[in-house]
């Protein structure tokens, strides 16, 4: 049987701000909850990891890997949306910048981007061919993919039959685990 561990990367300095695809690295506190979360996963028997390329997820899925003997293989795939001229900001900033344009993405998302950054729709079709061809990829096996909070919430939305608000509940912890067996291709 399949099983793919989904897990979110570890904390870093840029919690709290729209952190897609900027490239911090981890924390004092993300580096405990990576030794927490390779403590966790011990005899788990993980036969491959794999990564969004982003610095905080390849730092988590790099000592998880090395933890149990496997190499860590990269996707850019995995990645967070991209927040456009939104990266790296608190959402004070935002609304300070363009109030108007933040009120109409607020009542608008999924369908409007933030400026200059990815569609919804464009972000949720790179994540589901990607966690598809994973699944295949790695049909029989147990392994585990490092990513980020936005991609999880995809998964459990869209193929795990998740509400919205049971997917951000899920997602809101650092180094939190997603179990997912098998694929609706």
């Given at each position: 049987m399949t099983e793919i561990l989904f897990i979110r990367h570890a904390e870093t300095d840029s919690a709290g701000t729209f952190c897609g695809q900027s490239d911090p690295d981890v924390n004092s506190v993300g580096h405990e909850q990576i030794e927490a979360l390779v403590a966790s996963l011990r005899g788990k028997h993980l036969q491959a990891v794999y990564s969004s390329d982003l610095f905080r997820a390849r730092t988590t899925a790099e000592a998880l890997a090395r933890s149990v003997g496997v190499t860590c293989r990269l996707s850019p795939a995995l990645r967070e949306i991209d927040f456009g001229e939104w990266e790296g900001l608190t959402w004070d900033e935002i609304w300070k910048r363009d109030r108007t344009y933040a009120?109409?993405?607020?009542?608008?998302?999924?369908?409007?981007?933030?400026?200059?950054?990815?569609?919804?729709?464009?972000?949720?079709?790179?994540?589901?061919?990607?966690?598809?061809?994973?699944?295949?990829?790695?049909?029989?096996?147990?392994?585990?993919?490092?990513?980020?909070?936005?991609?999880?919430?995809?998964?459990?939305?869209?193929?795990?039959?998740?509400?919205?608000?049971?997917?951000?509940?899920?997602?809101?912890?650092?180094?939190?685990?997603?179990?997912?067996?098998?694929?609706?291709?």
């Open positions: 009120e109409r993405w607020v009542e608008e998302f999924p369908s409007l981007p933030t400026p200059g950054g990815e569609t919804f729709e464009a972000f949720r079709s790179r994540v589901l061919a990607e966690v598809k061809a994973l699944a295949r990829l790695t049909a029989g096996r147990r392994v585990a993919v490092v990513t980020h909070a936005g991609v999880l919430r995809i998964i459990l939305q869209d193929l795990l039959g998740e509400t919205e608000a049971a997917a951000w509940e899920k997602t809101k912890e650092y180094c939190c685990l997603v179990p997912y067996h098998g694929v609706n291709a």
